[in-house]
């Protein structure tokens, strides 16, 4: 899928419910997945910051091909209360040997990160290497209805914004056991209708029942084929509380794509990854 405007994607590159399912068995889960997607979102790096052998299993493992890591900032750095600095500089340093295969770097505030943390969120990007695009996702409803409190940053720093699309989960069955705490975890913002900069980077959570995600999907489907004739580049992440569901929908979606824009059909997968 290297050389396209448009990369699908997933939270993660290895589940237990996915080997053998939806990506074939190999010894590098990574070197699976990446024969079916162009892009994933590298949760891996929110836990921990990986170390030196395992960069390099990742580096072997694509060798030759197009795939992107969109590397989310460790937990220290974003999530607690403090910002962890040093933890960034060994982060950024970690990574440094997988810069041919590195796509956004993803920013992630929670959503106690408001406008009154506007400085930390500041210092976290200006260490950031300015030289690749960085996308940040915030959470907080004030930066949604007060628009221009985050304006003069994202100018600054050239930075994409991430479009959170939690609609379908919020519009499904509350009750659904996968559901409740998510619904929490992933709040029901507004959807943010334009892009910023260069790049429009898109995580749709989706609801496990799957029943009111073909609307979601069909408003993305139309936004991404925009993108793509227009020759701007797009992430599309499939996110859904439970991991298990994720291929069969990011699968979905790219068939919808499929009947507005030329793409290729995803690789065939070992037995279907038919989950429901």
Not at 43 to 69: D, K
Not at 160 to 186: G, N, Q, T
Not at 208 to 215: D, I
Request: net charge positive.
């Amino acid at each position: 899928m290297s050389g396209i405007a448009y990369r699908p994607g997933l939270p993660a590159w290895a589940f237990p419910g996915w080997r053998g399912v939806c990506f074939r068995r190999s010894a590098s889960p990574v070197a699976g997945y990446a024969r079916v997607f162009g892009c994933v979102e590298g949760n891996t790096t929110f836990y921990r910051v990986p170390n030196a052998s395992t960069v390099a299993q990742w580096r072997e493992a694509l060798a030759g091909t197009g795939f992107r890591f969109c590397f989310k900032r460790p937990r220290p750095v974003t999530h607690d209360r403090r910002s962890d600095r040093a933890v960034l500089a060994d982060f950024l340093a970690a990574i440094e040997p997988r810069e041919d295969h590195l796509g956004p770097l993803l920013v992630q505030f929670p959503a106690w990160g408001g406008p009154e943390n506007l400085e930390r969120i500041t210092a976290v990007v200006e260490q950031l290497p300015g030289d690749r695009p960085r996308a940040l996702e915030v959470r907080h409803p004030r930066f949604f209805g007060q628009p221009e409190t985050l304006e003069p940053l994202l100018r600054r720093y050239r930075l994409d914004r991430v479009s959170l699309d939690a609609s379908a989960l919020h519009r499904d069955d509350p009750d659904h056991p996968e559901v409740r705490s998510a619904r929490h975890a992933k709040p029901d913002l507004p959807v943010l209708e334009g892009m910023h900069i260069d790049l429009r980077f898109v995580r749709p959570v989706l609801h496990p029942s799957g029943e009111g995600n073909r609307p979601v999907m069909a408003r993305w489907s139309e936004r991404i084929a925009a993108e793509r004739a227009a020759g701007r580049a797009s992430y599309m992440m499939i996110d859904c509380p439970n991991n298990q569901h994720c291929p069969t929908f990011a699968r979905d979606f790219h068939e919808m794509l499929r009947h507005r824009v030329e793409l290729m059909p995803m690789p065939s997968w070992p037995n279907g990854c038919r989950d429901r």
